[in-house]
T-cell receptor, first 111, second 120 residues
Framework: QSALTQPASVSGSPGQSITISCTGS?????????VSWYQQHPGKAPKVMIY???KRPSGVSDRFSGSKSGNTASLTISGLQAEDEADYYC???????????FGGGTKVTVL | QVQLQESGPGLVRPSETLSLTCTVS??????????WSWIRQPPGQGLEWVGY???????NYNPSLKSRVSMSVDTSKNQFSLKLNSVTAADTAIYYC????????????WGQGTLITVSS
């Protein structure tokens, strides 16, 4: 099964809001509310920022929010800060056969 | 908080078997809370799920790798392991072990990752 589709890059100025989309299908994003988002800085392991579409783990800034409509999930970063510059990956449960599908990743640049 | 640490050889020859171990601390591999997982990331590329195992021994592997992958758990050492045989250059990647919280569908904790290069 193909990876989830994300834009390769998104950029914004400090203080602005940006949204990253993650498009899947009725076999994954559209059928399960088990979408998570991960932030990865260069040379570091991924870190969960959003889980179950909209939930934030303890310690993650409330500037990060998630949503879903149909087969597309989205991550919004509001009040963009320099430290938000990183790669972001979405992930969805896809049933017991494919199990976990990741998006191709989106590089966020703070201008 | 669960911590994970990968260990492995760094360099593997083509056609040989890649073997990695993940040591878990701050939690038990016998916990029924997590699927113990491997995820890999080729240099400069995205993340790919490799497989997981549950403490009971139940496993599930990426269909594209299924014929070459096996995973096992050693509860006495609080470790779990990955073997990938018949490796090629395409298997060169950073390999992460992670704990997948199956109720929330989340990779909650990750190891720091270890780069495995397949080269003669």
């Amino acid at each position: 099964q193909s990876a989830l589709t994300q834009p390769a890059s998104v950029s914004g100025s400090p203080g602005q809001s940006i949204t990253i989309s993650c498009t899947g299908s009725t076999n994954d994003v559209g059928n399960y509310n088990l979408v998570s988002w991960y932030q990865q800085h260069p040379g570091k392991a991924p870190k969960v920022m959003i889980y179950e579409v909209t939930k934030r783990p303890s310690g993650v800034s409330d500037r990060f929010s998630g949503s879903k409509s149909g087969n597309t999930a989205s991550l919004t970063i509001s009040g963009l800060q320099a430290e938000d510059e990183a790669d972001y990956y979405c992930c969805s449960y896809a049933g017991s056969y494919s199990f976990s599908l990741f998006g191709g990743g989106t590089k966020v640049t703070v201008l | 908080q669960v911590q994970l640490q990968e260990s492995g050889p760094g360099l593997v020859r083509p056609s040989e078997t890649l073997s990695l171990t993940c040591t878990v601390s701050g939690g038990s591999v016998s916990s029924g809370t997590y699927y113990w997982s491997w995820i890999r990331q080729p240099p400069g590329q995205g993340l790919e799920w490799v497989g997981y195992l549950f403490y009971s021994g139940i496993t599930n592997y990426n269909p594209s790798l299924k014929s070459r992958v096996s995973m096992s758990v050693d509860t006495s050492k609080n470790q779990f392991s990955l073997k990938l045989n018949s490796v090629t250059a395409a298997d060169t990647a950073i390999y992460y072990c992670a704990s997948y919280h199956y109720v929330s569908g989340t990779y909650m904790f990750w190891g720091q990752g270890t780069l495995i290069t397949v080269s003669s």
